[in-house]
Structure formats: C-alpha cells, structure tokens
C-alpha cells in the first residue's frame, strides 16, 4: 500500500533526518515488486505516458472529445482504476516555431539545450515557446535535439529497464553537448531533478555524472544570468500580484526559489510565495 501511494514528491528525503536518500529507496522497491508480481494495466498505461501522449496527439481531434466524455473514463476506471472524475490532462497540436532549433554539438556562444518533457511536449506546448523566447531574448541560443521525455513515469511505475533504456538514450545524445560547453535546461522540475540525480542511478557512468552537473531549472539558470548582470529587466511594467508555490521537486533540487528571485525583476509585480502544501 506504501508503495502504491508514494508518488516520488521526495519530502520524506527533506525530513529524515539521517538524510537518507528514501525516494532511491522507494523506486527500487517498486521495481523489485514490479519484476516478482508484474504490474497492472493502470501502472503500464501511466509508465508509458509519453508513448501514448504521443498517439493522442496524433489522433487528438478524436481521442480529446472520447476523453471528456464521461461514460470514457468510467470505461477507464474500470479497466485500470483511474478515477473518473479525474479529467485527464488535454493533449495539444506540437509546437513548431522557428525558435525549436534542431541543432547538432559544436562551438558554442552561449548556447544550451532545451528537454522539454511530457507536460511542455505534448499538454501545453506553449510553454515550451515561451521558455525559448525567454531565453532567446535573452541571447541564449537554443538548442533541442531529439530527446526522449526524462522517462519519470517509469521509474515510479517500477519500469526500469524503460527508465534505463530513455536514461542512456538521452545520455548518448546530451554527452556531446555537454563537452561542448551547453547546459541543459528544463521547464518541468521533474525532468532536472531526473537528470541532476536519477539517472545515475540507473546508469552509472561519467557521461551521466557530467549530464547531472549541467542540469538546471529554467529558472535556476534564468537566475545564474541574473547574478551576472546579463539578464533583460523588462521594459513594461506589471502592476499585479501572483502567489507561486514551489514544487515539491524544485524543493529537491535544494537551490531555494529561484522563480520569485527571477520575477522579482519585473516592475510592479509582488510575488507572494506559499509554503503550505507538498
């Protein structure tokens, strides 16, 4: 039961206090219970999120509509356990601007790569313009070759030979990026904290070590350049006042709020953070 509830926020990490690494533990105990009693049909619909994000989008202009129906998620919940009063997440048409660069390693001038995971992808492609025009007008040139998702659900559903094979994919594709001098930058906290911590765990290797040191939060490097004097402060003014909570994976990656050191540049914008909650 334990197992089934855990949800990889990572809290119980943050309160021991002999700062053990449980949500390691946790996942390597789903994957041991996966491989003895297999998983069910709920746990390998969502550890292959992506592949079926993938065939939504395509078939969207039907599967969006079947989705909202009521009498489709009783279907679902019979068939996996999903609650059918959870509305499942819409899937959008894929960003393609310009700006989403298909780039190959070379010489940098400042320059890094892009993962935009499922939530960017395929559910609100949007965010993955607007973090690229964040940061091209920024001049940071961006860079996102074919990379697979971070590869989470997975891991959570105790698929890991799936979480190990996406963890080297996308290793083998960021190592010469990486060597070139790029950081690899995310919009989802997931995805970083996948990159910065777990995929070590499932390959244990230099290029993996090298990947995690060059993660970091959109917001995490938005404030590196901030430090360093080479952040835009907005023109306009934004008489407003926004609460933001934090992540329970921007908690993991222990670096503070780097979001509201950000927005505390725009004119006129409060921004209140809420500590209550994951």
Same mark, same amino acid.
């Given at each position: 039961?334990?197992?089934?509830?855990?949800?990889?926020?990572?809290?119980?990490? +943050?309160?021991?206090?002999?700062?053990?690494?449980? #949500?390691?533990?946790?996942?390597?105990? $789903?994957?041991?219970?996966? +491989?003895?009693?297999?998983?069910?049909?709920?746990?390998?619909?969502?550890? =292959?999120? %992506? /592949?079926?994000? $993938?065939?939504?989008?395509?078939?969207?202009?039907?599967?969006?509509? &079947?989705?909202?129906? $009521?009498?489709?998620?009783?279907?679902?919940?019979?068939?996996?356990?999903?609650?059918?009063?959870? %509305?499942? #997440?819409?899937?959008?048409? #894929?960003?393609?601007?310009?700006?989403?660069?298909?780039?190959?390693?070379?010489? #940098? /001038?400042?320059?890094?790569?892009?993962?935009?995971?499922?939530?960017? +992808?395929?559910?609100?492609?949007?965010?993955?313009?607007?973090? @690229?025009?964040?940061? %091209?007008?920024?001049?940071?040139?961006? &860079?996102?070759?074919?990379?697979?998702?971070?590869?989470?659900?997975?891991?959570?559903?105790?698929?890991? $030979?799936?979480?190990?094979?996406?963890?080297?994919?996308?290793?083998?594709?960021?190592?010469?990026?990486?060597?070139?001098?790029?950081?690899?930058?995310?919009?989802?906290?997931?995805?970083?904290?996948?990159?910065?911590?777990?995929?070590?765990?499932?390959?244990?290797?230099?290029?993996?070590?090298? @990947? !995690?040191? =060059?993660?970091?939060?959109?917001? %995490?490097?938005?404030?590196?350049?901030? /430090?360093?004097?080479?952040?835009?402060?907005?023109?306009?003014?934004?008489?407003?006042?926004?609460?933001?909570?934090?992540?329970?994976?921007?908690?993991?990656?222990?670096?503070?709020?780097?979001? @509201?050191? &950000?927005?505390?540049?725009?004119?006129?914008?409060?921004?209140? !953070?809420?500590?209550?909650?994951?």
């Amino acid at each position: 039961r334990v197992l089934e509830m855990c949800i990889g926020c990572g809290s119980c990490r +943050r309160e021991c206090p002999s700062h053990m690494d449980i #949500p390691k533990l946790m996942l390597d105990a $789903k994957a041991a219970w996966a +491989r003895r009693h297999g998983r069910g049909l709920d746990e390998w619909l969502l550890s =292959n999120a %992506e /592949r079926l994000s $993938k065939i939504n989008q395509s078939f969207r202009a039907i599967a969006v509509p &079947v989705m909202r129906m $009521k009498a489709s998620r009783k279907l679902l919940e019979a068939a996996t356990g999903i609650d059918a009063r959870r %509305e499942m #997440p819409p899937v959008h048409a #894929p960003a393609q601007p310009r700006r989403l660069l298909e780039g190959t390693a070379g010489e #940098p /001038r400042t320059s890094v790569v892009y993962l935009a995971d499922i939530y960017a +992808r395929y559910n609100d492609p949007s965010l993955a313009v607007a973090a @690229v025009e964040v940061l %091209e007008h920024n001049g940071v040139e961006v &860079v996102q070759p074919p990379l697979r998702a971070a590869g989470v659900p997975s891991m959570i559903y105790g698929d890991s $030979k799936g979480a190990r094979r996406d963890a080297q994919y996308n290793i083998d594709l960021l190592t010469e990026h990486v060597e070139a001098g790029r950081l690899i930058v995310s919009t989802e906290p997931t995805a970083t904290l996948a990159l910065r911590e777990r995929y070590v765990d499932y390959v244990p290797t230099d290029a993996a070590r090298r @990947v !995690a040191r =060059n993660a970091r939060d959109l917001f %995490e490097f938005l404030r590196e350049r901030m /430090r360093a004097s080479l952040l835009r402060t907005p023109e306009a003014e934004l008489p407003a006042r926004a609460a933001y909570h934090t992540p329970c994976h921007v908690k993991c990656l222990e670096n503070g709020r780097p979001a @509201v050191d &950000v927005l505390g540049i725009v004119r006129q914008l409060t921004v209140e !953070a809420i500590d209550e909650g994951c």
